[in-house]
């Protein structure tokens, strides 16, 4: 089912070439979002019915959701699904509050009366987006409100595709999650055309059809929405390329080879773009992974969506020589989600320099990151992990430098700052200084 990369005599350097990668990437899906932005630019709420009744196929009533129906959707959920919501916010929130949140240093003085100090301060109104289309997401509503709310943000707006099966609501477990978690102002609007709607804003005849723009959108989606964000990063504030899932998993002869196969296929559920790569240096653990798979994705729900995503281009199962060349292969691949299920596999785990997320051991699955295990599941994709980082806490933060000196602490420096400004042949830069000299 999986393709084999024989790397096991490769000896270039350039391991970022031989990792698998999906033939249809951002760049190619531009093509396709580009008039659906300038669509909602120009036209705006009559835009983005279009495009419900094109990709969704359904028109929503609204843009954005009557209050009264996420409060029914939240009085309608049952028990042990609440009970499992309720448990995944305080994890994530925990998380947030113990190890994400950044408070403003005390202020620098770099000489007598020269003070630099750096305040953070909350992103002002953000746009989340829920994904909706191969399957309802409720997860995503926590992994993106909870951090925002952390950081301190005061205007909140979610989006998610409309259900044709709902009557052009998002599905009702994200309208209860919106619910329980305090946010009131929820979009019935997908893909790019939601990205288009946060960064531009949209005014309709009244505010049921119209969203205020928004300073920042964040949340994962599929390629589509991940191009309307790189599209329109500059007009609004994006957090990374949260695309297509991926999970790589470096194994050796010691995994369980029905865990690393339920755990390839779980993320192939995604999307038929998603990724699924194992690494290892056991070819006998990669033949019964070969078998288990074939068993578990015939008797799984969608298993043609998986079997899509397992044989193109994008999934593999990697041969390396040994652990080690194992640990540059996915240090080069900068894979989403990475599971380390060797021997000593924290010992591994610590020499991972690029990845959105690392699940050390057997019982650290990305299905409990998925939902519950109190970090995120909106990760950087495509390798923007080498440059990227999950959405946190951070993320919705900005740090605002103060620069307050006193007139001798400018004074003290107007010399070197008139020859530095001198030397850029930027005359009016210095004379903002010697207008400052006694007279
Ligand atoms: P989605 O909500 O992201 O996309 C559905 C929308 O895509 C539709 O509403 C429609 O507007 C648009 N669309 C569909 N076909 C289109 C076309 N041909 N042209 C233009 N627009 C089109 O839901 P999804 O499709 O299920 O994708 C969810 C994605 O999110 C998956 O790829 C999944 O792997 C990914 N994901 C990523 C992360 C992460 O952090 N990286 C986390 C969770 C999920």
Redesign the pocket.
Known sequence: MLRIVDLTRETTGDLRRAVPRADFDVDAAMA??IP?CAAVKDRGAEALRE?SEK??HVVPDHLRVPAEVLVEAAADLDDTLRQAFTESIRRRRQVCREAEVETSPAPVEVAAGARVSQRIVPVGRVGLYV?????P?AS?VIMNVVPAQEAGVTSIAVA??PQAEFGGLPHPNILALCHLLGVDEVYAV????AIAMFAHGVEGSDEADSCPRVDMVTG??????VAAKRYLRGTVGIDSE????EIAILADKTADPRHVAADLMSQAE??T??AAVLVTDSTELADIVEKELATMVEATLHSERICTSLTSEQSAIVMVRDIDQGLEVVNAYAA?HLEIQTADAAAVAARVHNAGAIFVGPWSPVSLGDYSAGST?????AGAACHSSGLSVRSFMRAIHVIDYTEDALLDLADSVENFALAENLPGHANAITVRRPR
């Open positions: 396709a979002i659906v495009y990709f969704d994904p909706g289309g191969f399957a997401l995503s998610s595709p997908g893909g790019a055309q994962p989606g599929n390629i589509y929405v949260a695309g297509p899932t995604h999307d773009l998603a989403e599941h909106v990760l950087p994709t």
